[in-house]
């Protein structure tokens, strides 16, 4: 550090570290929270060779099904819902409070804002789900 | 030494110190202003007043009725010229305010809402929650960033005026971050440092409220006015001294005593009533309310904690709702700080020390005697509030004054005369060397600074508590003249320039001392009772002797000079005070 | 359980060339002490030559703010006692620089609360003899966010505040919302020109924390993201209607 | 940072925030069943014929371009903040946003293209 001079004072500048994330609980969780983005973009690409295996023709689709049936790939996937869970429980607990403050323009309770969406998210899953299994 | 000069250099950065700037710059953009204040602006002692700041709003009141509740209030010691000029001019400032986005508690159909407050007979208190003094000083504070004109030397500590042929020409301070000594000339100098309430025990007053600007116009030869005259303040949580706004009692608490007896009844201050009724009760002056717990003690009627006796001030029957949005920092504090919800408990609280009627001496354009000197605020004593302030009069003062300084000061500029600028810094350097031989380089001081903080706190709670008598008065003014010879004699260890909070420690020492001498002699002096000044050894008031202002003069040894100034009196006759009836 | 606690405290002083090390104080452990009451003990009775900012001891004023055993708190309204057995690790503010000992530098935050001009903007001449009418539910829209005492634990909880020192930083743009939301003000446009840019309000990445620490519960997190929404709003606006077109 | 130079940020925010939306909704399903419960066989997957059904369905072609093409910005966003904050690249700015975005518009790209031939 550079010399104290009269009248100059150095003032002492911490440096973050390089592994600031790994420094308090908060920020991992922080850190654990935007890292749900590389599954994400993992899972549409996943999807779109989906897309691709089926727009080619059974056998590619049965390949492809084949692959995802690996114990490897099983894994990515747990982890993966796993992290879409946590994207999407702090997106609902963020993001509906501040439209919502934002179009009644006054502090509401915070189950106000974010009930509505679990709920929401409840039905559009199971309406999916249905289709996907082929009921609908 | 570093030299820099201005124009108009104001000490504070307060309400009054800011609502000057923004008036000097709103008036003349080419005149240079700068600040110096020893906290941020924003931390200033203001942000912590909560109740509010009275002027005439509605209808069916008038300017007349605050004046006199403001003059019978004071006892007869407020200058009648200088209230009515308050009075009237205060609805306007805080209309300004409210210009200048203060987030004044409304009524449904959006007109500025007004609440009753203590010794006012009609509802005329404006408030922003129980934060009005937060939203106030950073309104002020914000609004005067828009000035390009207004230079700020922050967590800069004024040590001393520089006076040159009897007129004030400057500064020495101390820039705390670098310990850099500078001397800041200005052609005028508003002093807007606030109150004094360190100098005693136990004060709702901030650690800054030391009483500096007081001692640096008292040592550069201007007079202090009306010293004796110290507000207690009636609701006060036991451990702390932190204040309970006396808006909880507008907004219909109760006092209540260990029986829950509501005995303001035996003081003279009214019949209780189960709504809150003005000028009554629990709405009665700040002087009596104080007095009346006091008695209380005396005949035992009071609990017993481990800071001493304490009645209740109760505010359950008020319910949730109302607490939350009038007082929701009332409620804040009691959890914080006596885990405590006045919700479903009663608070405990006692009286303490708030506020001082007295400062520099000045007259209705906020001049001192001293040439390019002038004062606002609670530092200064114009004086409108006599013998006992009314709750909510002073921020409207420091608006008042604070701006009425500002103009004084440009007018002072605009007619003024060149210094003679060696002798300045020749008294700048002077300074310089007495910070570095009396603190900065001394090894060899034995006296502590708490130590000697402590003892006079308590002499000047034994002498200048709520009631007092000429025995315990000369034992408390012997011993602030033996503390201020031991105070020559101080231990430092810090001897760094960088942040040296010892020092400035040490400093507000010196100018406490010399404060609470003012205070000790003026009461000393004044054998009478009136307003907040109660001598046991004489308990009338006497308008023959002392309808008059006391004012005291420092002298180089021993102890100041006192002399009286008769009150201005225009359109109200001294009276009887009547609450209740 | 133990009459007293140790303060393990932050000590730093420039002209000893020094790097900043930790020093142990012994303090008594009083049920109703704060943080900062142990602070003072030790500057009154242990060390005298210990710096630290403070002032109301009330919550109010905002200059008592300190990394206590990591986190961000205001000294004078937090209890020792929660803090029982200890030891407690009293630290200066995170991501400011250090003058001394807990004295950090706040120079830069007071230049970023000016840049967002927070002050009732007019553009008209507007001068009424009375107050502006503003009803309750106006006063409500942004009065939580008028509650900033400036004590910047939230810039101390955000790490965008360490990593980008440009950042303007959770107060300063909760106190920009808080103009813009004033039904008095008429800044929007400027005060966009100047938040809605990279290091304003689009720095934030959500950590959230400054809403965490905040003594006040301004949630300056909040305001911000509700000012992404509005930037957002306005840029689509422009975008369709470019400036001065229409 | 003078005055007067709006970022164009709002767009990209705007992306991430419908993405983000759209991923919080839907996406765990999705992972549910394709990734876990049909290879597994805890569930019996469709045929092929029935999920080509299934995804030639117009409304399921728009729901899936609306899907994807907003979580593949959302991803982008948020990776690009992740990397420059969380790996500390915020000096690779430029880059990281090219990259980002660049990909997410490369997926939008096929996913365009899928849709209209599967
Ligand atoms: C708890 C509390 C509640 C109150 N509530 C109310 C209320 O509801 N209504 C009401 O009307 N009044 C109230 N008051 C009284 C009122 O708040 C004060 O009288 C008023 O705010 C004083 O303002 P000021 O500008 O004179 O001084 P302050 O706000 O105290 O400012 C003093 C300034 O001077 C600076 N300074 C001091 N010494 C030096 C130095 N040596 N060098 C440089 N700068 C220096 C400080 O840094 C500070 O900026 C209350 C007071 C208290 C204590
Ligand atoms: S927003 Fe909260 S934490 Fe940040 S400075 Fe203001 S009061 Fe402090
Ligand atoms: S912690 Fe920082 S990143 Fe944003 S939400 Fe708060 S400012
Ligand atoms: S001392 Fe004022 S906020 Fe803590």
């Known amino acids: 550090m550079p010399q ?18 790994l420094d308090h609980w908060r920020y991992l969780r922080y850190a654990l929270r935007e890292s749900s983005s590389f599954f994400v973009a993992y899972f549409c690409v996943i999807t779109l060779v989906q897309l691709a295996a089926l727009g080619t023709d059974a056998t590619r689709y049965a390949h492809f099904q084949a692959f995802m049936a690996s114990p490897v790939m099983i894994v990515i996937n747990a982890i993966a819902l796993a992290f879409f869970l946590l994207h999407a429980i702090t997106w609902f607990n963020l993001v509906p ?9 006054r502090p509401t309770p915070d189950i106000i804002s974010s009930a509505p969406n679990y709920f929401a998210w409840f039905g559009a899953t199971v309406i999916l789900a249905l289709f996907i299994m082929g009921v609908l | 030494m570093e030299t820099s000069s201005h124009d108009i250099l104001i000490i504070g950065g307060g309400g009054a110190g800011l609502r000057a700037a923004i008036e000097i710059a709103e008036q003349d953009p080419r005149i240079d202003v700068a600040m110096v204040s020893k906290v941020y602006p924003m931390r200033s002692h203001t942000v912590s007043a909560e109740g509010g700041a009275a002027g005439v709003a509605g209808k069916d009141d008038t300017i007349d009725e605050h004046c006199y509740d403001t003059i019978s209030g004071s006892d007869w010691l407020g200058d009648q010229d200088a209230i009515e000029f308050f009075c009237n001019e205060i609805p306007k400032e805080l209309l300004r305010l409210e210009h200048w986005g203060c987030p004044w508690s409304r009524e449904p159909d959006g007109r500025i809402a007004v609440r009753p407050f203590g010794g006012m007979k009609k509802m005329r208190t404006w408030f922003a929650a129980d934060k009005t003094g937060f939203h106030l000083l950073h309104t002020l504070f914000q609004t005067s960033l828009k000035f390009s004109t207004i230079v700020r030397y922050d967590e800069t500590f004024a040590t001393r005026l520089l006076v040159e042929d009897g007129a004030v020409r400057g500064v020495v301070a101390i820039e705390l ?3 850099k000594i500078r001397a800041i000339q200005a052609k005028a100098v508003i002093i807007a440092t606030g109150g004094c309430g360190r100098v005693f025990p136990f004060t709702t007053n901030a650690n800054i409220c030391t009483g500096d600007g007081m001692a640096l116009a008292y040592r550069a030869g201007a007079p202090l006015k009306d010293m004796e005259m110290v507000q207690y303040h009636p609701t006060g949580l036991p451990f702390t001294g932190i204040l309970i706004t006396e808006a909880a009692r507008a907004e219909g608490g109760w006092l209540l005593n260990k029986d829950g007896y509501r005995f303001l009844q035996d003081y003279d201050l009214g019949k209780p009533t189960p709504t809150p009724v003005l000028r009554s009760m629990e709405l009665g002056p700040r002087d009596r309310v104080s007095q009346a717990i006091f008695g209380e003690f005396e005949k035992g009627r009071a609990f017993h904690g481990p800071y001493g006796d304490y009645v209740h001030l109760d505010l359950r029957h008020l319910g949730e709702h109302k607490i939350e949005t009038r007082l929701p920092m009332v409620r804040e504090l009691c959890l914080k700080y006596e885990n405590i919800d006045p919700v ?18 000045t007259d209705i354009d906020a001049k001192t005697p001293l040439a390019g000197l002038f004062a606002a605020g609670e530092a200064a004593c114009v004086s409108i509030n006599g013998a006992n302030r009314l709750g909510s009069n002073s921020l409207g003062e420091i608006l008042v004054f604070g701006a009425r300084a500002g103009r004084s000061a440009i007018e002072a500029v605009r007619n003024g005369s ?8 020749a008294q700048a350097r002077d300074e310089e060397r007495r910070i570095e031989e009396r603190f900065l380089r001394r090894t060899d001081g034995t006296e502590k600074i708490t130590k000697l903080r402590e003892e006079m706190q308590r002499a000047m709670e034994k002498g200048c508590g709520i009631y007092r008598e000429r025995e315990s008065l000369v034992e408390s003014a012997n011993k602030i003249g033996e503390l201020r010879e031991r105070a020559g004699n101080l231990a430092i260890d810090d001897h760094s320039r960088t942040f040296n909070t010892q020092l400035t420690a040490a400093l507000e020492l010196g100018y406490m001392l010399d404060v609470a001498e003012a205070i000790v002699h003026s009461a000393l002096d004044r054998e009478e009772s009136r307003g907040a000044h109660q ?12 309808l008059a202002h006391s004012v005291a003069h420092r002298s180089a040894e021993g102890p100041p000079r006192i002399e009286y100034l008769p009150v201005v009196i225009t359109r109200w006759p001294p009276g009887e005070r009547v609450y209740g009836r | 359980m133990s009459d007293t606690i140790i303060l393990e405290v932050a000590r730093f002083n420039p002209e000893d060339g020094g790097e900043p090390s930790y020093q142990s104080y012994e303090v008594p452990l009083r049920p109703d002490w704060m943080v900062l009451d142990g602070l003072n003990h030790i500057k009154d009775q242990l060390d005298g030559s210990l710096a630290f900012r403070w002032s109301c001891r009330m919550g109010i004023c905002g200059s008592c703010g300190m990394m206590v055993n990591g986190m961000p708190t205001l000294t004078c309204e937090t209890l020792l006692m929660n803090y029982a057995p200890g030891p407690i690790r009293i630290a200066p503010l995170d991501h400011f620089p250090v003058v001394k000992d807990l004295v950090v530098d706040l120079d830069d935050f007071l230049a970023k609360l000016q840049k967002v001009r927070p002050w009732v903007v007019r553009k008209d001449d507007f001068k009424p003899a009375r107050e502006f009418m503003q009803s309750p539910a106006q006063l409500e829209a942004f009065h939580q966010f008028s509650l900033c005492i400036n004590c910047t634990l939230c810039y101390a909880a955000c790490p965008v505040s360490g990593l980008d020192p440009n950042f303007i930083g959770p107060a300063a743009i909760a106190l920009a919302h808080r103009y813009n939301l004033d039904s008095r003000d008429q800044g929007i446009e400027d005060r966009l020109d100047i938040v809605s840019q990279h290091e304003g309000i689009w720095d934030c990445t959500v950590v959230g924390e400054c809403s965490v620490v905040c003594p006040k519960h301004v949630d300056p997190s909040l305001a911000i993201q509700q000012f992404k929404l509005t930037a957002t709003k306005e840029w689509f606006k422009s975008f369709l209607l470019p400036r001065g077109k229409h | 940072m003078s005055a007067g130079k709006r970022s164009n940020e709002p767009v990209v925010w705007f992306l991430f925030g419908a993405g983000g939306f759209l991923a919080a909704y839907f996406l765990p399903v999705h992972v549910l069943f394709y990734g876990l419960l049909f290879p597994t066989g805890l569930v019996h997957a469709p045929g092929y014929q029935e999920t080509l059904a299934l995804v030639r369905h117009p409304l399921a072609r728009i729901y899936l371009f609306a899907l994807l093409t907003f979580c593949f910005f959302h991803a982008a966003h948020r990776m690009r903040l992740t990397l420059s904050d969380v790996l500390n690249l915020r000096h690779l700015n430029t880059v990281l946003a090219f990259v980002c975005y660049g990909g997410a518009l490369v997926g939008t790209a096929f996913t365009v293209w899928l849709l209209l031939t599967v």
Do not use: C
Request: hydrophobic content about 35%; glycine content about 4%.
């Open chain 1, 4 to 21: 104290y001079t009269q009248f100059q004072p150095k003032e002492y500048r911490p440096k973050m570290s390089a592994y600031w994330y």
């Open chain 1, 97 to 105: 409070r501040v439209v919502m403050r934002q179009m009644l323009a």
């Open chain 2, 177 to 179: 971050r670098t310990g």
């Open chain 2, 344 to 361: 479903r408990e009663p608070i405990p609280i006692r009286p303490v020390q708030h506020y001082m009627m007295g400062g520099v001496h």
């Open chain 2, 418 to 425: 060149a210094a003679n600028e060696n002798a300045i810094l």
């Open chain 2, 535 to 546: 001598r046991r050894d004489f308990a009338k008031r006497n308008d023959q002797k002392y």
